[in-house]
């Protein structure tokens, strides 16, 4: 049997219930199992809060050297950093294509909820709801790019600028060339 120092318990001088120390006459800590992990769970916090402190005044008094550095670093690793966008759109396409919708959405308070493209195609098909021809998912989405009048973009029934919401029910597949027509559901699409 041995006392802890801490609480003063007294349990069998084992691995179970003492740490063991190399050093120490009978090969056990002092303190128990129980209080040394309340020592070193205590000590954890108490020095977290402090690293955090510490970090934030180095942050402040060496704002423009962090910076410096940082821009130094992104201008070394250009290619490394293109390269991990560009997988990460490729193996993750779905956030990168609904974000703007979802930030209009946010910013105008009109409502927002999850969807995915399969969810749109399943609910509505794959064929442009104003004129009702095929999309060529091979084109880009793009206006910039040459091609673009037949690739899929996506049309709010009711815009966000007139206050719809970024919702399944109000998302429709559609051409590019069809979605920059209709314009705020101002102007329709003639077959």
């Known amino acids: 049997m041995k006392k802890c120092t801490k609480c003063g318990e007294e349990k069998p001088a084992t691995l179970e219930y003492f740490p063991g120390r190399k050093d120490s006459k009978d090969g ?44 130094k670093w ?25 974000s703007s919708r979802k930030r209009r959405a946010l910013v105008r308070q009109n409502g927002y909820e999850f969807y995915t493209e399969a969810q749109v195609f399943e609910t509505y098909g794959t064929n442009c709801t104003w004129c009702d021809m095929p999309i060529d998912f091979n084109a880009p989405r793009a206006a910039s790019q040459p091609g673009w ?16 919401p970024d919702t399944l029910e109000n998302i429709r597949p559609t051409h590019g060339w069809c979605n920059n027509a209709r314009r705020n559901n101002d102007v329709e699409v003639i077959k």
């Open 28 to 71: 056990f800590r002092n303190k128990c199992k129980i209080c040394t992990n309340e020592y070193h769970r205590d000590y954890d916090k108490l020095n977290s809060y402090k690293y955090v402190a510490y970090r934030k005044k180095y942050e402040k008094e060496n704002k423009n050297n962090i910076a410096i550095r940082k821009k």
């Open 74 to 98: 992104r201008i070394a690793n250009k290619t490394k950093i293109a390269e991990y966008k560009k997988n990460r759109r490729k193996t993750n396409p779905e956030p990168f294509r609904r």
């Open 149 to 164: 009048r037949s690739g899929l973009q996506f049309d709010h029934f009711i815009s966000t600028s007139n206050g719809g």
